[in-house]
């Protein structure tokens, strides 16, 4: 086993070290009855949001720019509906990582793709979802809250979460329990804004993110919309140190890495999963600390 991914393992299981998952962490999902793979990068989702085909060079450059495209010319409700058709309406297989995590019982994981399979992972635990939301009026807040009981989820207030439950954190939406999705150029310009405010994120989660470190699983950092939501979800005003899975790294990717004190590993999710494989089966003579 890496060497390094002991003091991954050990700090998932105390629960001090905090997964965040990028497009890569929904490798291998596939849907059943086509057997095409769950649309998770740009380009991907772009593809997803246009029957298939590419756009025009320009729009390619990045999903936000695409999905303003469509917003533009076809209304929002246009954009939620293709996102709705990709992730709420298609029965994706289930995921190796998602249910590994899952069975971990962690505090607290930030998902950063739209899909709905970290929910479904935990629906068997009761949870608190945060869901990213932008351009709404009458709330300087671009979050809202949800308590899972097992069942169903309900909108909860921040001073009424109980912190002891799991925190599913979804920055950029989900489908489930509604439909709110972070998409469009506007829509990242209004929460990326909020996020830097400190009011896209509830002040508990504030609370429970000091001292913790990060575990990026899946995502790449090279371009700056990715670098600047993770990087204020994740650090707020401090720079806790973390690691980095990014199998191939470009120079970009790691001068970024090394300013913000996260160690890089060349190593994708099939390797982390296969490490805590070894060390849950007695590798390390720790497996089940959590």
């Known amino acids: 086993m890496h060497s390094r991914f002991e003091s991954i393992l050990t700090g998932l299981a105390e629960g001090t070290v905090v997964p965040y998952l990028g497009p890569g962490a929904l490798a291998g999902v596939i849907d059943p009855q086509s057997g095409r793979a769950i649309p998770a990068d740009s380009d991907s989702l772009i593809l997803a949001i246009n029957d298939g085909r590419p756009m025009a060079p320009k729009l390619m450059y990045e999903f936000s720019r695409a999905a303003m495209n469509v917003e533009l010319k076809r209304g929002r409700s246009a954009l939620t509906r293709l996102l709705d058709a990709t992730y709420r309406d298609t029965a994706w297989s289930a995921s190796a990582l998602h249910t590994w995590l899952a069975g971990k019982n962690l505090p607290y994981v930030v998902d950063s793709n739209r899909d709905t399979l970290l929910q479904k992972a935990y629906a068997d635990k009761p949870h608190i979802l945060i869901v990213g939301v932008a351009r709404i009026a009458g709330t300087a807040y671009r979050f809202r809250l949800y308590q899972y009981d097992g069942t169903t989820y309900a909108p909860i207030e921040q001073e009424a979460v109980n912190t002891s439950l799991p925190v599913l954190f979804k920055p950029l939406g989900t489908p489930l329990p509604e439909s ?11 929460y990326v804004t ?8 509830p002040s508990f989660v504030k609370r429970m993110r000091q001292g913790r470190q990060y575990l990026l699983l899946g995502l790449r950092l090279t371009r700056d919309t990715e670098r600047m939501v993770m990087s204020d979800i994740a650090f707020g005003a401090g720079q806790p140190t973390g690691w ?16 913000r004190g996260f160690e890089w590993i060349d190593a994708d999710v099939a390797d982390f999963l296969a490490a805590a494989q070894t060390w849950q089966s007695g590798g390390t003579g720790r497996a089940e600390a959590a």
């Open 194 to 201: 909020e996020l830097m405010g400190g009011f896209a994120i």
């Open 244 to 259: 980095a899975l990014i199998p191939n790294a470009t120079d970009k990717e790691k001068r970024f890495l090394a300013k």
């Open 180 to 190: 709110d999705y972070i998409a469009s150029d506007a829509d990242f310009v209004d």
